[in-house]
């Protein structure tokens, strides 16, 4: 059976409420740090696409912690502006680095997760890179699409029939980022990717294995 750390992720007076799950390669790969979608609408760290990924990375003996934001779950504090998830993001950065002695971190976000989760990308040498699942530009504004610049190595994965991260405008935007980055468009998937979430695992799991 797969052991799954319970626990609680210190932010100065916050709480995050986080799993994790420590590969038997130990620190020989990468970590990935997961984040979930908009508190404000559901979102969560049982999210079906952060399920989805996170069991595909256990699966494959890949380190990986998945959180609540703030105010999410059983953790505390209440949902902020953006900047307080996004202190969120690097303190679980740091209990990766601090606490599991991870040398290697991919940040995967999934909509408002990526969004924060990607703008944290140059906090640390040891982030090399992120993920981004449906990147909401257009509801976010430029502050966010600025933090997340990198040279660092990135996927974008977005679905073609997504009304919310508007596909119409993905390239418009990922066109603005700067290489190395690779795009990948699901078929038919809208924002929530019901029926997709084995594409968009496997997807991430093939961006992982090309980098590592």
């Given at each position: 059976?797969?052991?799954?750390?319970?626990?609680?992720?210190?932010?100065?007076?916050?709480?995050?409420?986080?799993?994790?799950?420590?590969?038997?390669?130990?620190?020989?790969?990468?970590?990935?740090?997961?984040?979930?979608?908009?508190?404000?609408?559901?979102?969560?760290?049982?999210?079906?696409i952060v399920s989805a990924v996170f069991n595909k990375?256990?699966?494959?003996?890949?380190?990986?912690?998945?959180?609540?934001?703030?105010?999410?779950?059983?953790?505390?504090?209440?949902?902020?502006?953006?900047?307080?998830?996004?202190?969120?993001?690097?303190?679980?950065?740091?209990?990766?680095?601090?606490?599991k002695k991870c040398e290697k971190i991919i940040i995967?976000?999934?909509?408002?997760?990526?969004?924060?989760?990607?703008?944290?990308?140059?906090?640390?040498?040891?982030?090399?890179?992120?993920?981004?699942?449906?990147?909401?530009?257009?509801?976010?504004?430029?502050?966010?699409?600025?933090?997340?610049?990198?040279?660092?190595?990135?996927?974008?994965?977005?679905?073609?029939?997504?009304?919310?991260?508007?596909?119409?405008?993905?390239?418009?935007?990922?066109?603005?980022?700067?290489?190395?980055?690779?795009s990948k468009i699901i078929d038919g998937a809208d924002?929530?990717?019901?029926?997709?979430?084995?594409?968009?695992?496997?997807?991430?799991?093939?961006?992982?294995?090309?980098?590592?």
């Amino acid at each position: 059976m797969v052991e799954i750390d319970i626990l609680f992720i210190n932010n100065n007076e916050i709480k995050l409420e986080a799993e994790y799950y420590q590969s038997s390669l130990r620190n020989t790969r990468p970590s990935v740090l997961i984040c979930h979608p908009h508190p404000q609408f559901g979102g969560n760290m049982h999210n079906n696409i952060v399920s989805a990924v996170f069991n595909k990375l256990i699966n494959s003996n890949i380190s990986c912690l998945r959180f609540n934001f703030r105010g999410v779950g059983r953790s505390s504090g209440n949902h902020s502006d953006g900047m307080g998830e996004l202190s969120d993001v690097k303190a679980s950065v740091d209990f990766l680095i601090n606490n599991k002695k991870c040398e290697k971190i991919i940040i995967c976000g999934y909509s408002y997760g990526a969004v924060i989760g990607c703008s944290a990308v140059n906090y640390s040498d040891k982030i090399i890179g992120f993920i981004s699942i449906s990147f909401p530009w257009d509801f976010m504004g430029a502050k966010f699409k600025e933090l997340s610049q990198t040279s660092k190595k990135k996927l974008f994965i977005q679905g073609n029939r997504d009304t919310v991260a508007r596909y119409e405008n993905f390239y418009e935007n990922f066109n603005l980022y700067l290489n190395p980055k690779i795009s990948k468009i699901i078929d038919g998937a809208d924002h929530f990717y019901g029926g997709y979430e084995e594409q968009v695992a496997n997807a991430i799991l093939d961006f992982y294995y090309s980098i590592v």
